[in-house]
């Protein structure tokens, strides 16, 4: 008799165990979910304007050879199934999804656009010159040029802080800005607000 009931206890325990890992598992997906939806929010930054270099996730609801990963090529434009070349930079994804979405009613019933920026590479400014780390950086928001020479290292013995100077592009035209370093450490009027693309020359 003792032994029927032994026998029956570890039966039952075993099956009690196996409900607790099967519900353990059940929640282990709704966990990664939630990761990969945070991501996903983070990526779809609505007030993001689009540059030349991103990488676009372009969704299109139920049409899946429109739905593509594009790179936003250096003349601004991407190129999609039916439509060829499109605007990209420039826009925010909304405004893109909008764009797209007028030009697609001539072939797709109602068609529903998703955009989300996979890659940001666009937004990257560059030091050449007489800094320790010379290269491409990240733009941060509202960064100066000040800030910018920090993340290059500093100056090398050799370096000319008195004539270092900016170089934009805007418009199709380059732009030259002057930038004392002296000048700038002692009054934060003198710093420079840096844009996409700016190209800082330590001489």
Same mark, same amino acid.
């Given at each position: 008799?003792?032994?029927?009931?032994?026998?029956?206890?570890?039966?039952?325990?075993?099956?009690?165990?196996?409900?607790?890992?099967?519900?353990?598992?059940?929640k282990a997906p709704a966990t990664g979910?939630?990761?990969?939806?945070?991501?996903?929010?983070?990526?779809?930054?609505?007030?993001?304007?689009?540059?030349?270099?991103?990488?676009?996730?372009?969704?299109?609801?139920?049409?899946?050879?429109?739905?593509? @990963?594009?790179?936003?090529?250096?003349d601004g434009k991407i190129s999609m199934? #039916?439509?060829?070349?499109?605007?990209?930079?420039?826009?925010?994804?909304?405004?893109?999804?909008?764009?797209?979405?007028?030009?697609?009613?001539?072939? %797709? @019933?109602?068609?529903?656009? @998703?955009?989300?920026?996979?890659?940001?590479?666009?937004?990257?400014?560059?030091?050449?010159?007489?800094?320790?780390?010379?290269?491409?950086?990240?733009?941060?928001?509202?960064?100066? %040029? #000040?800030?910018?020479?920090?993340?290059?290292?500093?100056?090398?013995?050799?370096?000319?802080?008195?004539?270092?100077?900016? #170089?934009? %592009?805007?418009?199709?035209?380059?732009?030259?800005?002057?930038?004392?370093?002296?000048?700038?450490?002692?009054?934060?009027?003198?710093?420079?607000?840096?844009?996409?693309?700016?190209?800082?020359?330590?001489?």
């Open positions: 008799m003792r032994r029927v009931e032994f026998w029956i206890g570890l039966a039952l325990l075993a099956v009690s165990s196996a409900a607790a890992a099967g519900q353990q598992a059940g979910g939630t990761g990969a939806a945070s991501a996903a929010a983070k990526s779809a930054d609505p007030n993001y304007v689009i540059g030349p270099q991103d990488v676009l996730d372009i969704s299109v609801w139920k049409e899946e050879q429109l739905t593509k @990963t594009v790179p936003v090529r250096p199934p #039916l439509l060829n070349d499109v605007q990209a930079a420039g826009l925010t994804p909304t405004q893109l999804a909008g764009q797209i979405t007028e030009s697609l009613k001539k072939f %797709v @019933t109602d068609p529903q656009v @998703t955009i989300i920026v996979r890659e940001i590479n666009s937004q990257r400014i560059y030091m050449l010159g007489e800094v320790v780390r010379a290269g491409a950086y990240p733009l941060l928001p509202n960064m100066t %040029v #000040l800030q910018a020479l920090s993340s290059g290292g500093g100056f090398t013995q050799f370096a000319n802080v008195k004539k270092i100077y900016v #170089l934009r %592009v805007e418009n199709g035209k380059q732009q030259k800005f002057p930038f004392n370093y002296k000048h700038a450490l002692e009054s934060p009027d003198e710093n420079i607000m840096l844009k996409a693309g700016d190209t800082i020359v330590v001489p």
